[in-house]
């Protein structure tokens, strides 16, 4: 990562300005450089904040931590991973924000329908085309950045979606919800928990765990690869969340195959 920024997919700074965090996957200067104006003038235009982060290389995009980007423009060709190839590890933890590939050749671009990207652009980017699928890019995120649940807190009131939710986790009766972006305690009882969440089809694979199946990787052993973690998969609970993850993906994962 080349520049910090804040910590959340929407920071509120002002009572009325909602700032949108923007991934630019980049290894060259003068593209970052055109990309950035762009993003930059088009706020000035719109009255709108956005916080920019440079990722010079795939990896170092995919070792971010906080992945919670409301609009992610890549490059398809960089120095040690393709785009598309980043695109679907990134997709692993975050499923709503919008992807913009970045290419010198359209032909390049052609796969994005395998990770939900927006669009793409051409190389050199003019402001008017970065500004069509910039606003489709925004407009698409907002639709797809639903709240679901207002917690209670001790600084306040605060809105979660279930698109974001990739676990749940309780230890010393206090439940954290792993989210893509950040975790959030609270005191409850894992099996209040449960009944809540059950509508939106998050399995128990073990009596501390509850997963959102849409974030599952796969199941190692004894284990469930959930975005970047491995998750206790109980010998008890196996049975029953293999087979809510086989409904799952039958019911839910549309145009995916079960091999």
Not at 107 to 116: I, L, P
Not at 196 to 222: E, K, S
Request: proline content about 3%; hydrophobic content about 40%.
């Amino acid at each position: 990562m080349l520049e910090n920024s804040d910590q959340s997919n929407i920071i509120k700074c002002r009572e009325d300005i909602m700032v949108t965090k923007i991934a630019i996957v980049e290894d060259e200067e003068a593209p970052y450089n055109l990309l950035a104006s762009h993003i930059q003038r088009f706020a000035e235009e719109t009255g709108q904040e956005f916080s920019i982060e440079r990722f010079d290389k795939g990896n170092a995009f995919l070792l971010e931590k906080d992945m919670g980007f409301g609009v992610v423009f890549l490059d398809i060709e960089l120095p040690d991973l393709d785009g598309l190839s980043i695109a679907r590890r990134f997709r692993e933890t975050n499923k709503i924000a919008s992807i913009v590939f970045v290419t010198n050749l359209a032909k390049y671009a052609q796969y994005g329908y395998e990770v939900d990207a927006i669009s793409y652009l051409i190389k050199p980017v003019t402001y008017d085309s970065f500004t069509l699928v910039f606003r489709k890019a925004l407009n698409a995120y907002s639709q797809n950045e639903e709240y679901d649940f207002v917690f209670k807190l001790p600084g306040g009131l605060q809105k979660i979606s279930i698109k974001k939710l990739m676990y749940v986790e309780i230890l010393a009766h206090i439940i954290h919800y792993h989210l893509t972006d950040e975790t959030i305690e609270k005191t409850g009882t894992m099996s209040k928990v449960e009944k809540l969440l059950a509508p939106y089809g998050f399995l128990r694979c073990h009596n501390a765990y509850l997963v959102n199946p849409a974030f599952v990787r796969g199941i190692h052993q004894n284990e469930v690869v959930v975005g970047s973690e491995n998750i206790p998969l109980a010998r008890a609970k196996k049975k029953a969340f293999l087979e809510g993850l086989s409904h799952y993906y039958l019911t839910k994962a549309g145009k995916d195959e079960l091999l």
